[in-house]
């Protein structure tokens, strides 16, 4: 690990207006992917800004009906909550789908939707990944693309977004609340926070240098069942090969959001048109010109069969 030098904010402003000071500065909460990217010296900032001390650790009640969700909520305290659970409960499913019991006590709203791919050529320091250094090439075109993206891939990166709570909040419509160096605040909706990679794999997101997340609320509940199913190699502790968020209604009508398929949560406007055709419809508009790999052409027929049995869950509960 490099050298640093460290500064505790004690006001969100103060964070942000501390990071424009320092252009190679990161925000720090519990660490859980920044600590590890450290490590390997694929992140290396001059300069860390704990934000522990911020009064960002609330989940509120909004007044039309939602919740607002502090950047500094852990994934754990945030799947528990009861509100969460009762009205948001694909959320708190994507949430104990990822990681493990340890991770999730320490993980922040805001980090998980900050974490960076687990493609292993990323992680690789000894093999060419635009996303680690802008222009180098990408090892895993052409490589073993088993876990890569099927969709909204480019000819500089194929590789995946990690997290399942993006893809429960993709598929809830999400806001995410900033503060800017200066104090300019403003909401990014989630289906526009993460990027695809186009020819800037290496920027993971639509944040302005400095700018902090405060919070991510939720609009007032949908109702419907709502599930999140996540098919990877084993039980526990593993990225999401394929996963899929769905919240399907009592007029048949449904959303669903991927994951384990793009390099942002993936959800088509027009895929929650198709529910009333079928999960096979609804599959089809997800998928949409795929380009696939010998290694992951497996992803697009999976993706048809976990909305199926998501559907017929679905159908299943509101019959009981």
């Known amino acids: 690990m490099k050298a ?4 505790r904010a004690r006001t969100p402003q103060e964070a942000a207006d501390a990071a424009a000071r320092q252009p190679n500065a990161r925000f720090v909460a519990g660490g859980t ?4 990217l450290m490590k390997l010296q694929i992140e290396t900032p001059s300069h860390l800004i704990d934000v522990n001390d911020l009064a960002l650790d609330r989940i509120e009640p909004l007044p039309s009906g939602g919740l607002r969700i ?5 994934n754990s305290d945030l799947a528990a909550d009861l509100r969460v659970r009762r009205d948001y409960g694909v959320l708190t499913r994507a949430l104990v789908a990822g990681a493990s019991g340890q991770l999730r006590n320490q993980a922040t709203t805001a980090g998980n939707l900050l974490q960076r791919t687990r ?10 990944c635009n996303k680690r250094k802008p222009g180098s090439g990408c090892s895993a075109i052409g490589g073993f693309t088993r876990l890569h993206a099927v969709v909204g891939q480019s000819e500089a990166c ?12 993709c598929v809830l ?3 995410v609340e900033t503060v800017a160096p200066g104090g300019a605040t403003r909401v990014i909706p989630i289906a526009d926070f993460h990027r695809l990679p186009g020819n800037t794999p290496h920027l993971d997101h639509n944040l302005k240098p400095g700018e902090l997340i405060t919070a991510v609320t939720l609009p007032p509940p949908v109702g419907g069942v709502q599930a999140y199913r996540k098919v990877r190699d084993r039980a526990s502790y593993a990225f999401a090969i394929v996963s899929a968020a769905t ?7 449904g959303r669903v959001a991927l994951g384990g398929v793009a390099h942002k949560p993936w959800r088509v406007e027009a895929a929650d048109g198709a529910f009333a055709r079928g999960a096979q419809a609804v599959a089809g508009a997800l998928l949409a010109g795929a380009r696939t790999t010998e ?4 992803k697009v027929p999976l993706v048809g069969r976990v909305l199926a049995a998501a559907i017929a869950d679905a159908g299943t509960a509101m019959r009981a």
């Open 119 to 128: 493609c292993p050529y990323f992680y690789d320091t000894n093999v060419p």
């Open 173 to 175: 419509d999400a806001q």
């Open 158 to 169: 194929i590789a995946t977004h990690p997290s399942d709570m993006a893809v429960a909040m």
């Open 295 to 298: 290694d992951n052409a497996f």
């Open 70 to 74: 502090g950047a500094l909520v852990r």
């Open 247 to 253: 919240i399907v209604l009592s007029d048949g009508s």
């Open 33 to 36: 992917n920044l600590l590890d």
């Open 4 to 7: 640093f030098t460290y500064e």
